[in-house]
């Protein structure tokens, strides 16, 4: 399992299912994502137990502390594409008392790592809202580089928002 100094990414149970409910169903976790509509935990016990096994094209992965194995987060690895070597990259830390700690920036490293050895991909992109200051600042770390900017495409609190799109190409990966 690909370990980090404070994660460690694992794939998902499906006993697991009520924790990304609830994180999903927290206004102050989704701020900055699409959050889609409401779904009941039965919903999403279903298609938890639904999901296609972690292959090359997708990979959803549980964050969980080192220190005492609790479950805090997801980061996802889709759309693969081999020809290219390209991934994009969504993560969230749902534990909102372990924001702040370095949770986030370590599961990212700990990702990337992941995909540029074991999936042998050359580049990682994902998208962020502008005003993401906090998300954008662990990309940063991470190494992660604007690349791109759709404007005011994404829309929360009556306001129209810009997307970026950053991006990290193998051998750029901080920490």
Known sequence: MP??????????????AEALWRWNHDAEVMRWMDDGYPDSLAQVTKRM????????????????????????????????QPET???????????????GSGYATDAMRTACRFGFEKMRLHRITLWVVADNVAARRVYEK???VEEGRQRESFRRDGRWHDMVMMGLLEGELRG
């Open 49 to 80: 137990s639904e999901w296609k096994a972690n292959s090359y094209e997708k990979v959803v992965l549980a964050v969980e502390t080192l220190a005492d194995a609790q479950l805090i987060g997801v980061v996802v690895l889709r759309d693969v």
């Open 142 to 144: 991470a190494g992660f």
């Open 3 to 16: 370990t980090g100094e404070l994660v460690r990414l694992r794939a998902f149970e499906p006993s697991e």
């Open 85 to 99: 070597g390209h991934a994009e990259l969504d993560i969230y830390i749902g534990e909102k008392d372990h924001w």
